[in-house]
């Protein structure tokens, strides 16, 4: 059974404070992803990942950075939260083309920040 | 970099009849395309997905479409059922970025 998990399912955090968000996957993946869901929004990717120390940025990655310093976990944080952060926010995890492509996500993290 | 547009943001299908979700994408480099369902209160997961070398590829009650020059895909339920109400993800990778559509929530009338 394949797993992606995300170290909290309920966060709240205060205004200011550096936050971390982990996820790790035990599928062997290169790929990882941070997003975050917000009605009406979708799916925004914020940062992705196709290989250890290697970090892309996505179409919203202001206040926030990404650390991989191994295959298995990756890890988003928010510098200082701020409550336009107040989301929730997906990990997801997928291999290369020659290994198929669909990516599983974690259970999500709800984190309001106030 | 890779837009994915998805339309509608809501539907509404008596239960027995189809639906469809279009979305269409912005980068030529782009060479998969997945259908992800989202019920409610959980994660995303994947439902059918399609190469960029095939036209349509089909699973049961549900079938993909694509249009590679009109950068086009199409999601297709027919014989819808309750169990089909969701939100359903459309995305596009190009480059191992995966990027997906709005959502469209599909709400099907008993």
């Known amino acids: 059974d394949v797993k992606v998990t995300q170290s909290s399912r309920y966060l709240v955090k205060r205004t200011g404070e550096k936050v971390f968000l982990e996820c790790v996957q035990d599928?062997?993946?290169?790929?990882m992803f941070w997003y975050r869901q917000d009605p009406g929004l979708g799916l925004r990717l914020i940062y992705f990942?196709?290989?250890?120390?290697?970090?892309e940025k996505g179409d919203i990655p202001e206040g926030y950075s990404v650390s991989r310093e191994k295959k298995e976990r990756f890890s988003l944080i928010l510098e200082s939260a701020s409550t336009n952060q107040t989301s929730m926010y997906l990990c997801?995890?997928?291999?290369?083309?020659?290994?198929?492509?669909?990516?599983?996500f974690g259970q999500g993290t709800r984190l309001t920040v106030v | 970099g890779e837009n994915v547009e998805q339309h509608p943001s809501t539907l509404s299908v008596q239960e027995g009849d189809s639906a469809v979700i279009k979305c269409t994408y912005s980068?030529?480099?782009?060479?998969?395309f997945p259908w992800y369902k989202q019920e409610l209160g959980k994660r995303p997961q994947l439902i059918i997905d399609?190469?960029?070398?095939?036209g349509e590829k089909k699973d049961q009650r549900i079938a993909v479409t694509l249009n590679k020059t009109a950068k086009h895909f199409s999601l297709h339920i027919t014989e819808t059922q309750p169990e089909d109400s969701a939100v359903y993800f459309c995305?596009?990778?190009?480059?191992?970025?995966?990027?997906f559509g709005t959502g469209t929530r599909l709400t099907i009338i008993p």
């Open positions: 997801a995890s997928s291999s290369f083309e020659d290994r198929g492509r669909e990516a599983f």
């Open positions: 599928m062997d993946h290169e790929n």
């Open positions: 990942s196709y290989d250890v120390k290697m970090k």
């Open positions: 980068d030529s480099a782009s060479n998969y």
């Open positions: 399609i190469r960029s070398n095939v």
């Open positions: 995305a596009a990778i190009g480059n191992e970025k995966l990027t």
